[in-house]
């Protein structure tokens, strides 16, 4: 899947976010899963942009209330965190819906042998 950053989204106001030369980069799957996740909300209007700079701003101010570091090795953690947080206030996943999705995503990746793709069981 290929996916686009719309021109509105100004990632120079996104200091911490792991780059190259080329910009953006992932050091894992998940997270150009998480940051595919996010582009797809908004695209389908979930959330603005605002919206989202909030909520990832006051997540990465948090974390550095908490003394830990501003040298990008966990800045897609923070944004998975902000992720489930709008999606938890938007009230798009319903109870302990969120909490039961993260345990089986913790369990298949446990399960699943290094390289293999995750796969959760699909629900009836």
Partial sequence: MTTSIPPEVDLGALPALPR????????????????????????????????WADV????????????EPDDGTHYYVHWLAALEKLVAGKKLILGNELER????????????????????????
Avoid: C, N, Y
């Fill in 101 to 124: 999705r993260v345990d089986e995503w913790d369990a298949a990746a446990r399960s699943t042998p290094h390289g293999k793709p995750i796969e959760l069981p699909r629900r009836g």
């Fill in 56 to 67: 990832l701003a006051a997540e990465l101010a948090a974390a550095s209330a908490r003394g």
């Fill in 20 to 51: 190259d030369d080329a910009g953006p980069v992932f050091s894992a799957p998940w997270e150009a899963q998480a940051f595919a996740m996010t582009l797809s909300l908004h695209a389908r209007g979930v959330f603005t942009w605002r919206e």
